[in-house]
């Protein structure tokens, strides 16, 4: 094994200053990220070294090279949260020992070493081994979409409707088919007319396009009928205050992105006062730390046969080999749909 890897690597650290949040787009990559080499990094206790095969680029890593996540960056090491391959190594601990050798999905722990980069370091709890016929494009992002979905699901009671916005999302995408599969009524919102027919064929039980004519009747008529008492809501901006002071009483804007970079406002603070209206945040790795072992085992064996069987597929719209991947970037994630990956290795 070689002693030395490639990656891309942060070039700041810490959390950034609050100005300066460019959203889900990066134009200049290389401001924030290199292409360089390191020492292969050596797993510790319950850790687990990866040869990586491919990595997810998801909004959250994206806000967090910018500096804008809820985990500090480290100067000089990997970017990247999630991925698949190969474990090659472990530390001391037994459930390292018996991954050895294994295929896996993972996440990269605080304590670990980055996916964008030939070898990724995590705690063994969180480097999934894969079930046979989970192809690479979906086990790459298994993770951080599927297990959101998922959790987030949970919030939801059954038969109950519930809004979504930034739904033409893979991540809303995933809770379209799964909504539907528990009998739960999705309100997708979106800002572009090609995804309705999508989420609609997927199981969206309604689909608004925020830029219709009619989008604003269309929602209070939706809202009327419905009756949601639940928004997730992935954007955080001035429309998003709208659709909650829209809804009714009870009402929780649950705010799990924040897709739009201006400020956000909340219209009539006695809403929270007189009708019992909340504002709240979700965050799965908050929902990680408090749900226990066995549920989690059974949310990840369900998101694996989600991809196993079809009902589930990660939509891939740009395969980056990393040597270019700082070039290709920003072309790639301007791709209105579709995920972009970085290619590692073939083996
Ligand atoms: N809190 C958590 O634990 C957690 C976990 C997973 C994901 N997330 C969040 O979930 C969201 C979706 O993730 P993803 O990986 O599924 O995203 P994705 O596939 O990359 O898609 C991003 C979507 O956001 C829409 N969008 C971007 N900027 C927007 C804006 N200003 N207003 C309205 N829509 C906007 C895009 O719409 P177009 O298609 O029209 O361009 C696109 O559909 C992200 O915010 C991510 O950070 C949070």
Request: aromatic share 8%.
């Amino acid at each position: 094994m070689p002693t030395e890897m490639r990656g891309l690597l942060l070039r700041q650290g810490r959390i950034a200053d609050k100005e300066g949040f460019v959203g889900n787009q990066l134009d200049r990559p290389a401001d924030y990220l290199e292409l360089g080499s390191l020492p292969r990094p050596v797993p510790g206790p319950g850790q687990v070294l990866i040869k990586v095969r491919r990595a997810a680029i998801n909004p959250s890593d994206i806000a967090f090279v910018q500096g804008f996540y809820g985990q500090a960056r480290v100067q000089g090491q990997p970017a990247g949260f999630e991925g698949v391959g190969t474990v090659v190594e472990s530390g001391p601990g037994l459930m390292g020992r018996l991954l050895k050798g294994r295929d896996v999905a993972f996440y990269v722990t605080p304590d670990g070493s980055g996916a964008w980069a030939e070898y990724a370091v995590t705690q063994a709890a969180v480097a999934l081994p894969l079930k046979k016929g989970v192809p690479d494009r979906d086990a790459a992002g298994l993770i951080v979409n599927p297990v959101t979905a998922a959790a987030m699901l949970e919030l939801v009671g059954a038969g109950d409707a519930f809004v979504f916005s930034a739904a033409a999302s893979q991540l809303g995408k995933f809770v379209a088919g799964m909504a539907c599969d528990q009998g739960k009524k999705m309100i997708a919102l979106v800002r572009r007319e090609e995804p309705v027919k999508v989420l609609k064929a997927l199981g969206a039980a309604h689909v608004l396009n925020e830029t219709a004519p009619d989008y604003a009747e269309e929602l209070e008529r939706v809202l009327a009928t419905e009756k949601p008492m639940i928004f997730l809501d992935a954007v955080a901006g001035s429309e998003s205050a709208r659709v909650h002071k829209a809804m009714g009483d009870d009402a929780r804007w649950i705010i799990y992105g924040k897709l739009d970079t201006s400020p956000a406002e909340i219209l009539d603070p006695s809403e929270m006062i007189f009708r019992n209206k909340s504002v709240e945040g979700f965050w799965t790795t908050a929902w990680a730390s408090k749900t226990s072992f066995l549920r989690k085992l059974r949310v990840f064996g369900e998101v694996q046969n989600r991809f196993r069987d079809g009902r589930w597929t990660t939509h891939v719209s740009a395969e980056l080999p990393l040597e270019h991947a700082l070039e290709r970037l920003p072309q790639a994630l301007a791709q209105p749909d579709g995920k972009v990956q970085i290619l590692l290795s073939n083996d």
